[in-house]
């Protein structure tokens, strides 16, 4: 009998053992998609407006009013918005305005990044503002030859912002906006 007690006792110690050293059971983190868009290719776009730039292949253009253009982004859910304004004596109020449009932002953003863009061979003299956090815009640039020509562009996505969730296009938009500011030549 006392046999048959410590067998039993061992095998559901044993039993309890091989139970218990299992790892515990955690719950998985959220998973996020991965986004992989394709490499771009850029085209140039020629118009009757007072400038051409290059821009990517795979946005579909549509040219809006006073030589503005809407650069749209369907697989994204974003448009590039681009603004031309001639200089009349205005460079002073054209450069206020395009920074005000930037530093409204200042309230979701956790930080806005200037980066100066000057090309004294083209006459294009701009800056390109990269705003990191919930802002309603990630990317924003200005451009001019500060006497007759001035150009704004600004990307907004059409979704509620968080920063984490677009970042990939978010991205890939901004260098697009890059790539057309870069580009750009007056006519």
């Not at 091989?18 to 140039?44: H, I, Q, T």
């Not at 681009?82 to 930080?111: C, G, M, S």
């Not at 924003?140 to 001035?150: G, V, W």
Request: with cysteine; net charge neutral; aromatic share 14%.
């Amino acid at each position: 009998m006392l046999k048959k007690i410590i067998t039993f006792s061992a095998i559901i110690a044993v039993s309890f053992l091989s139970f218990s050293c299992k790892d515990d059971v955690l719950p998985k983190p959220s998973g996020y998609l991965r986004l992989d868009y394709p490499e771009a290719k850029y085209v140039n776009f020629e118009n009757e407006c007072s400038y051409a730039f290059e821009m990517n292949s795979d946005a579909i253009i549509k040219k809006e009013n006073d030589c503005g253009f809407t650069i749209t982004y369907p697989k994204m859910k974003a448009t590039i918005y681009l603004t031309y304004k001639p200089v009349t004596k205005n460079i002073n109020e054209l450069l206020r305005d395009a920074q005000k449009l930037t530093f409204e932002h200042v309230i979701k953003a956790d930080d806005i990044l200037e980066q100066p863009y000057l090309n004294p061979e083209k006459k294009v003299y701009g800056m390109f503002y990269q705003v990191e956090g919930n802002a309603a815009t990630n990317s924003q640039f200005y451009a001019t030859d500060s006497t007759k020509h001035f150009v704004t562009g600004s990307v907004y996505f059409y979704a509620k912002p968080n920063y984490d969730s677009i970042m990939p296009a978010a991205s890939y938009i901004k260098n697009d906006m890059q790539r057309l500011m870069e580009t750009l030549k007056w006519k």
